[in-house]
């Protein structure tokens, strides 16, 4: 079973930038492909990043080219850095383990945090 405590949150500034982390505990992290993805008030969950094991990543288009997803499994840890951040990205960020890049993006999920709250000022 794996635990996910994701931080980072705040409200920023249109182009401006955040960090958010993740960090996993209570199994084995290295085994699980990570993600993110976000939600924002009357719309559907949307998979934004992923990363496996050995850090291939994946990107929706909305974000590709700003957002950077990482992870230093020996600190059971996974990053989103957003940059250019825009009012649209404002959301409830939440992290994600999987078996895959794929099930990441189905959010065919083995666990998911409680979400941190992204808010993005015009």
């Known amino acids: 079973q794996v635990q996910l405590v994701e931080s980072g949150g705040g409200l920023v500034q249109a182009g401006g930038s955040l960090r958010l982390s993740c960090v996993a505990s209570?199994?084995?992290?290295?085994?699980?492909?990570m993600g993110w993805y976000r939600q924002a008030p009357g719309k559907q969950h949307e998979s934004v990043a992923a990363?496996?094991?050995?850090?291939?990543?994946e990107y929706v288009d909305a974000v590709r080219g700003r957002f950077t997803i990482s992870r230093d499994n020996a600190k059971n840890t996974v990053y989103l850095e957003m940059n250019s951040l825009k009012p649209e990205d404002s959301a409830v960020y939440y992290c994600a383990a999987a078996h895959s890049l794929a099930t990441i993006f189905q959010r065919i999920l083995v666990a998911w945090g409680q979400g941190t709250q992204v808010t993005v000022s015009s």
């Open positions: 209570g199994s084995i992290f290295s085994r699980y492909a």
């Open positions: 990363i496996t094991s050995g850090g291939s990543t």
